[in-house]
C-alpha cells in the first residue's frame, strides 16, 4: 500500500500509535485494524495481539497465537507483512488474590505482579523512548497488556494515552466482553494514573453496518476487502443457532479507536472519576480515583465513510 492520498497531514499533527488486538476473537477487530493502517495520521510503532480467554470455545492458552496469526495475515492481505513487528502479548488473565475485596483495591497493587510479554515490554520501551510526537495505545479487547506494562514501570502512566473499547453502560456497568477478559487487569488500569480514554458498550454498539452495505463497500476491493467481508459472513453462518447477531447486521466496535482520534470528538464526552468494577463487571463509584474521558456518543457516519472510502482508494482494481 502506498501513498495514494492526494493530501498530507502535516508532520506536527501525526501521532504515534500501538495497536492492541484479540484479533481472531470474532469479526470486527480486522476491519479496526485495517482502518488504523490506512490512516495517515497514525504512526503505527508496532502491534499487539492480545488474548481472549473468557470464550468458552476456546483452547486455554491459545487465544493469543490465534490472534498473532490473524494480524500477520491482514499484514499480508494489505501487501504490509514487513512494514510492521507484531508483538506477542499474554496468554492468559491476572488471577484474583484469594479474598478479593474491590473496595481494598488500592492497597493490593503494590502486590500484584505482571504478566511478562513481548508485548507489554515492547509498551513500556516505547512509552519511555525520547519523541515529541505523542503515544496512544488503543485497546480493542482485554487490558492485561498494558496493565502489566504500567506494573512493570509505573513512569509509563506520564507517557501515553490509552483508549479503551470496553466496560458496560454508566453509571451501573454490566456485562461486557472485552472487560470480561481480564477484569483485575481493569481494575489495575481504572486506578491507575495513565490518561484514559473509554468507550463502553452502550458507544460503540452505535457502530452498526448491515452486510449488504459490506458487499458493496468492503467486498469489492482488493484481498483485504473480500476477506473481510468473507470471514464475517462465515462467523455469521457459524453463529446461526445463537440470539446474536440478527442475521444480516453487526456492529464494527472496535472502529472507534480510530474515530476519536481524528476527530475528537469534544462535545460526545464526559470527565468521570474512575470507577473500580467488583466480578459481576458493576462499576464502583467514589474510589478517589483520577478522572478519565467516557464517551457517550460516536460519529458513526464519520467512522465508517472514513474507513469505506481509504479502502477504496488504496485497494479500488487490486485483485481479489
Given amino acids: 500500500m502506498g501513498n495514494n492520498y492526494m493530501f498530507e497531514v502535516p508532520e506536527q499533527k501525526k501521532i504515534r500509535l500501538i495497536i492492541h488486538t484479540d484479533c481472531k476473537n470474532e469479526a470486527d477487530d480486522q476491519f479496526a485494524l485495517a482502518h488504523h493502517l490506512m490512516t495517515p495520521k497514525f504512526i503505527v510503532k508496532g502491534i499487539i495481539a492480545g488474548h481472549f480467554e473468557s470464550r468458552p470455545d476456546q483452547g486455554k492458552g491459545l487465544s493469543m497465537g490465534e490472534s498473532y496469526r490473524e494480524i500477520k495475515k491482514i499484514l499480508k492481505l494489505m ?7 507484531v508483538y506477542k502479548g499474554a496468554t492468559r488473565p491476572f488471577d484474583f ?13 503494590s502486590t500484584i505482579e505482571p504478566i511478562l510479554s513481548e ?70 488500569l481504572f486506578s491507575s494514573k495513565i490518561p484514559l480514554w473509554q468507550i463502553p458498550k452502550n458507544v460503540y454498539k452505535m457502530m ?28 455469521n453462518n457459524f453463529l446461526k443457532d445463537s440470539t446474536w447477531p440478527h442475521g444480516e447486521s453487526w456492529i464494527l466496535g472496535d472502529q472507534p479507536t480510530v474515530s476519536v482520534l481524528l476527530n475528537y470528538h469534544e462535545h460526545d464526552w464526559d470527565w468521570i472519576p474512575a470507577p473500580l468494577v467488583n466480578r459481576d463487571m458493576h462499576y464502583i463509584h467514589k474510589q478517589n480515583n483520577r478522572p478519565i474521558r467516557v464517551y457517550k456518543r460516536i460519529d458513526s457516519r464519520f467512522t465508517l465513510e472514513d474507513f469505506f472510502s481509504k479502502l477504496k482508494i488504496n485497494y479500488s482494481g487490486k485483485e481479489r
Avoid at 501487501?79 to 513487528?85: H, V
Avoid at 449488504?212 to 462467523?235: R, S, T
Wanted: aromatic content about 12%; charged content about 25%; glycine content about 8%.
Fill in 79 to 85: 501487501y504490509l507483512e514487513e512494514k510492521y513487528t
Fill in 97 to 109: 488474590p484469594e479474598n478479593f475485596e474491590v473496595e481494598d483495591f488500592k492497597s493490593e497493587v
Fill in 119 to 188: 508485548g507489554a515490554k515492547f509498551i513500556v520501551e516505547e512509552a519511555l523512548r525520547e519523541d515529541e510526537k505523542p503515544l496512544y495505545v488503543a485497546c480493542l479487547g482485554g487490558v492485561t497488556d498494558i496493565a502489566s506494562a504500567y506494573l512493570m514501570e509505573p513512569k509509563i502512566a506520564e507517557k501515553l494515552t490509552v483508549i479503551w473499547i470496553g466496560g458496560g453502560a454508566y453509571p451501573e456497568g454490566g456485562n461486557e466482553f472485552n472487560l470480561s477478559q481480564d477484569i483485575l487487569a481493569a481494575n489495575i
Fill in 208 to 235: 452498526k453496518v448491515s452486510l449488504a452495505e459490506l458487499q458493496c463497500k468492503v467486498q469489492p476491493y482488493g484481498k483485504i476487502g473480500d476477506y473481510l467481508f468473507k470471514q464475517m459472513v462465515e462467523l
